[in-house]
């Protein structure tokens, strides 16, 4: 291969990226409510929250601005709306507001320097190139394999590469402990790298442990480098220099914060002089506790920006979460020791790239499994030579392996023995005792699924009252971590608002979190709730549910749970919407073949009170909706539906009330006969009452079959949903949610859809199982099996056959309708006026 032709690719890749954070970057980025959640003389650690989602990457430079002062620091960690920054100094314990300003291309930049470096020098391009294209052949003994754990060591003990391919649970981070100890005990010098702070700290507490286990600790040896993830921090003391030094030498600590806290008292020369001899001999012992180090942990991003790190050179470089990297970030890790060890799972999230260039895709959005010919190589029965696979599981309750094994790993994984026993004692817990995986279908709910106003992100209130239920059960019963997961971010932070008051201790201390999958990579929890969220009244699909990205976030999703995973889902709109062949509509199907879905009735439907935290009017003589209206003091809005029927005590208390409390009506009447009653002409989807910003009805004040009207007492929850409830970003699809609830345009004297004639009467022509159907983007009907996945769009015999067998008719002649090509689609037509009746419409 020619390593300086991939060099000058990276360097293009990366050019382009940096073109593109900055086109889209420059701009100061409002924060609020800044709170020091740790300082010390020379740092403090703030944690902000911001009105607008952030993407930043951690180690990234950025500048801080308040009213009267400006500070730089780092970010630590980043997730939608928080931020967590490292400052050079103390500025307050709270921050009201302030404006945060970054630069992410410059580590893209230090990353591409040390590239070019890295490929002047011999040793350099030979390293790069084993990792790129490991053909040379492996040379550790395997006579001496002992078991499998063994076997990694030794392979990284003699190989100059090895590729670690470990599936969920399988154990990657208590291999790469002892893959570490191994060479630490033998006195090699071990770099342990990866993408996150956390995975950084996960490997380093693991090998802590493992060592003290053998008595073979010694502090100072092992160090972690530069921040840690709050989460670990307090495990992490032990290998934090800064904490090395102040229990190694505290008179020099004493100084040292002494003259820190005077110098910001008394500015003068005496004190500045005082502070930096203080401040030199800090950082002189500081150094050299990390010159002594054995291993050090540190993030990729500072291994490229920090000389310390990338001037030395280490027997072995450990690299972790390895997929989610950048291919030129991990030949950058791979220059920097005699011996590298890959190791990720490709099944899982790639990196994320912003660019769409070509380049970009290719060299920044596929990982290194990918680019080295081990992923091809892993699907062929001889493997690759450099490749070793965890294979046994330790997580997952085998019902919810079963499936994971079969559609992401091809079989591949195996169950720990005893892992059932193991989980069962998360199983039988609620919700749904008994069960490791089940399925709740929201087919007949209200049309809950919008998109917020600027963005393409939902939200379904109908999954989210469902998930809360499920949130609530499962804390009664003793389940102690839950994790929501959806793809969509702004569903995530519905919830969170949900959790943040509702259970606000599992929330605070993280035992219950939501988020969107990427936030999960890498941690478990007792119970997953996975929301599909899209449904009704949306057309299609989202993409973050099709082709081969999903496929990796349905993975991730799965493979959280130890001994529960529910699905939330809308069968019927992804029947139609969604191939056979994708991996959310293969689970339905999977689910639907092996257990019985359950209704959001059976769920709502409890009366221990001390279960719930949503409730449902449970008969018609006693509505507490209505009870809630007649309770309110400050305020009432109504959402209602076109041709909405509300039951006649409603406007009664509506009648009662104006003079009481502001009330507003949200819906397409064009008058009420109130006065004080506020009207706002906009259709809505679904029903709902929102009283005293306090209590929210979906569903009241109007009965749906199969449909409970649901309670939700959370103030925080309406405040969320007040600031993202809007028609205006899904106009296309209320049109024509509003135009099927229209009287039909012909008759049928046999009342069966196209989809019952379907079930009733066809089969797939190869395997002769059931057919479902399915409308496309275009409005085409596809006729698709589930079992064996053959399609092929309906065809005009079909068409036919189902008209004449219901004797459909058209209207407003009473003339006969048949099957035509229109020159653009087959379609029914009138033989009468001609009318066209588009097959889609026969499909309900």
Not at 123 to 137: A, E, F, N, T, Y
Not at 196 to 223: P, Y
């Amino acid at each position: 291969m020619n390593l300086q032709k991939v060099v000058a690719e990276w360097d293009d890749a990366l050019s382009l990226e940096i073109r593109e954070l900055k086109k889209q970057g420059g701009r100061g980025l409002p924060l609020m409510e800044g709170e020091c959640i740790e300082s010390s003389s020379d740092k403090a650690i703030y944690h902000f929250k911001s009105l607008l989602d952030m993407r930043l990457p951690e180690g990234v430079p950025v500048r801080i601005e308040t009213a009267n002062e400006q500070m730089k620091g780092t970010v630590i960690a980043c997730y939608g709306k928080e931020i967590t920054i490292e400052l050079q100094t103390f500025l307050t314990d709270n921050i009201e507001e302030a404006e945060l300003f970054s630069e992410p291309w410059e580590l893209l930049q230090k990353l591409s320097d040390r590239l070019q470096e890295a490929s002047e020098t011999a040793k350099g391009v030979s390293r790069m190139k084993q990792l790129i294209h490991p053909s040379m052949p492996d040379q550790h003994p395997k006579e001496k394999v002992k078991n499998s754990v063994h076997e990694a060591a030794l392979r990284a003990q003699y190989n100059p590469v090895t590729y670690i391919w470990g599936p969920p649970g399988t154990g990657k981070t208590f291999t790469l402990a002892r893959i570490a100890a191994r060479h630490y005990v033998n006195k090699k010098k071990v770099l342990i790298v990866s993408h996150s702070n956390a995975a950084v700290d996960v490997v380093l507490i693991e090998l802590m442990h493992f060592l003290k286990s053998r008595d073979k600790w010694h502090a100072g040896d092992i160090i972690r480098y530069s921040h840690t993830s709050a989460s670990q921090a307090t495990e992490l003391n032990e290998m934090l220099p800064d904490k090395l030094v102040e229990e190694r030498h505290p008179t020099l600590y004493g100084q040292y914060v002494q003259q820190k806290m005077s110098n910001r008292m008394h500015h003068n020369e005496t004190g500045e002089r005082d502070q930096k001899q203080a401040i030199k001999e800090w950082q002189e012992k500081r150094e050299q506790t990390i010159e002594r180090a054995s291993v050090i942990g540190v993030t990729l991003s500072k291994a490229a920006i920090d000389p310390f790190i990338y001037e030395n050179d280490f027997d072995l470089v450990i690299i972790d979460e390895a997929s989610m990297a950048f291919t030129p970030q991990l030949a950058f890790a791979a220059t920097l020791g005699q011996h590298t060890v890959v190791c990720g799972d490709f099944k899982q999230l790639p990196p994320i790239a912003v660019s769409p260039h070509p380049l970009v895709r290719k060299w920044l959005r596929h990982d290194i499994f990918y680019h080295s010919g081990i992923e091809k190589s892993s699907a062929s029965s001889q493997g690759h030579p450099h490749l070793f696979m965890l294979n046994v599981q330790r997580r997952m309750h085998p019902d919810i392996s079963a499936f994971t094994n079969k559609e992401f790993y091809n079989g591949k994984v195996k169950d720990a023995p005893s892992l059932e026993i193991e989980r069962q004692s998360i199983v039988l817990k609620a919700p749904f005792p008994g069960e490791a995986i089940a399925f709740v279908d929201t087919s007949r709910s209200w049309p809950t699924a919008l998109k917020e106003e600027y963005s393409t992100s939902k939200y379904n209130l109908t999954s989210l009252f469902i998930a809360l239920q499920l949130f609530a059960e499962a804390k009664a019963s003793g389940i102690q971590t839950i994790g929501f997961i959806s793809p969509y971010r702004i569903q995530t932070q519905l919830m969170n608002a949900c959790l943040a008051e509702l259970f606000s201790e599992e929330w605070a201390n993280q035992s219950f979190t939501a988020a969107t999958v990427h936030k999960f990579q890498g941690s478990e929890r007792e119970m997953i709730i996975f929301d599909a969220v899209d449904a009704p009244p949306q057309l299609i699909s989202g993409g973050l549910l099709r082709g081969e990205e999903s496929e990796r976030l349905m993975n991730v999703a799965m493979t959280r749970a130890k001994g529960k995973f529910i699905l939330l889902a809308n069968q019927s709109f992804f029947q139609k919407t969604m191939a056979p062949h994708e991996k959310l509509r293969k689970l339905i199907h999977y689910l639907e073949a092996t257990k019985q879905p359950y209704q959001p009735e059976q769920l709502f439907n409890k009366r221990d009170a001390a279960n719930t935290v949503v409730t449902q009017a449970l008969n018609s003589e006693d509505i507490l909706w209505l009870t809630d209206m007649m309770k309110a003091k400050r305020s009432i809005v109504i959402g209602l539906p076109p041709k909405s029927k509300p039951d006649k005590r409603f406007w009664s208390v509506i009648k009662k009330q104006q003079s009481k409390c502001s009330i507003k009506i949200v819906c397409k009447l064009k008058k009420v006969p109130f006065s004080n009653v506020e009207l706002v002409a906009e259709a809505v989807p679904f029903p709902f009452i929102i009283i005293d910003s306090n209590i929210f009805w979906l569903g009241a004040p109007l009965r749906k079959e199969h449909t409970p009207n649901v309670r939700l007492q959370c103030r925080s929850f309406i405040q969320h949903f007040l600031k993202i409830f809007s028609t205006k970003n899904n106009r296309l699809e209320l049109k024509n949610l509003f135009r099927s609830t229209k009287e039909r345009s012909f008759t049928l004297a046999k009342e069966q859809s196209l989809n019952e004639y379907s079930d009733l009467y066809t089969r797939c022509p190869i395997c002769s199982s059931k057919w479902t159907l399915r409308t496309t983007k275009k409005k085409y009907i596809r006729i698709e099996c589930s079992h064996c996945e053959h399609g092929e769009f309906l065809s005009k015999q079909m068409l036919q056959d189902y008209l004449s067998k219901v004797d459909a008719k058209c209207k407003t002649c009473q003339s006969s309708l048949h099957a035509e090509w229109t020159g653009e689609k087959i379609a029914a037509v009138c033989s009468g006026c001609d009318q066209v009746i588009l097959p889609f419409q026969f499909l309900e």
